[in-house]
């Protein structure tokens, strides 16, 4: 533990999206309260700031109390985080240069540096993202890799590290990377710990796409097959085949797939074969067996689910565990 909390600012400004200011606030809050009941106290010093301090209004009206950025000393943070918002939100962080000087002092000094959602474009302003692989919201993405060609933008990830550049794709990723940050200073039982006080169904790692597969399969499936979607997630252990699935939807096999394949834009088998493996990579991050990750996932044996992951992702279960492992070293 630091002699001294590590000091953690998060620029808010009006017309910002609340939760991209409240969500991670809430983990590092969470963090200090496990750090109390371990050692005593807290772990982080948490700022909500803004250009000008008082009461920014956020783009759902709700108002948020910050502090002037002139209160903090740059160099004293360890964590800068900037919020999303709206455009004109953005616009008016950009063009104020006391704000921008104040942001490029603070990110060069700080141990590690990010944004939420569309705060990523307030630090390409600035030109911090110039060279990085950064995510930021899939209605931004294509925005951001236009005007700031020097930025790699990745469209899908929930959020991406790059070196000492942390970046999310919007809102709810916001608390997905901060539980990560979190994990990188006091581990993982803490970050798990928090993710259940926050009841989140599960702590998402940076990889997974923006797009969940059941969530867009929901979204497109009309009845039987919004259920059917859901049914299929909670029982990727069994037999999934074209005639069991037919079944549930008390078509015929033949009927069933064409409409299966009409509604969700691609086959059951393919559906089916996404889900899967998108578990067994969530799987791989845990010290299960790789006999337990395949069982887990409708698989028969390892040598099945590695073929299957290696023509899709291009590399092996192990190699892939090896790579997330020294990731979070």
């Not at 616009?91 to 141990?111: E, F, H, I, V, Y």
Request: aromatic content about 6%.
């Amino acid at each position: 533990m630091p002699a001294k909390p590590r000091q953690v600012a998060l620029l808010a400004f009006d017309d910002v999206q609340v939760l991209d200011v409240t969500g991670p606030a809430a983990v590092f809050g969470a963090a200090n309260d496990a750090a109390v009941h371990l050692t005593g106290r807290p772990f982080y010093r948490i700022h909500i700031l803004s250009p000008q301090g008082g009461h920014v209004t956020s783009n759902c009206g709700l108002a948020v109390v910050a502090a002037p950025l002139a209160s903090v000393r740059p160099g004293a943070l360890d964590t800068v985080l900037v919020a999303g918002g709206s455009k004109r939100g953005l616009r008016a962080l950009a063009q104020d240069p006391a704000a921008q000087t104040w942001l490029r002092r603070a990110c060069a000094r700080a141990r590690r540096y990010g944004s939420v959602c569309t705060g990523a474009f307030a630090l390409a302003a600035c030109g911090l993202l110039d060279g990085k692989r950064v995510a930021t919201h899939w209605e931004a993405t294509d925005i951001l890799g236009r005007t700031y060609p020097d930025v790699e933008v990745d469209a899908n990830a929930l959020y991406v590290e790059d070196g000492n550049v942390w970046t999310s794709a919007g809102v709810t990723t916001g608390i997905d990377m901060c539980l990560a940050l979190v994990a990188r200073d006091l581990g993982d039982a803490v970050a798990n710990a928090i993710a259940r006080r926050l009841v989140l169904y599960a702590r998402r790692p940076g990889y997974q796409s923006q797009f969940s597969t059941v969530l867009a399969a929901q979204e497109k499936a009309d009845s039987p097959f919004a259920a059917l979607v859901d049914w299929i997630r909670t029982h990727l252990d069994e037999p999934l085949d074209v005639a069991s699935l037919a079944g549930r939807a008390d078509m015929s096999p033949r009927t069933f797939h064409r409409r299966f394949t009409d509604a969700l834009g691609e086959t059951p088998a393919r559906f089916v074969e996404t889900l899967r493996l998108d578990h067994a990579r969530d799987l791989l991050q845990t010290t299960l067996a790789l006999k337990t990750v395949a069982a887990q996932t409708g698989y028969a044996t390892p040598g099945q689910l590695s073929k299957a992951f290696a023509r899709r992702f291009g590399v092996s279960p192990g190699l892939f565990r090896a790579m997330q492992r020294d990731a979070t070293a």
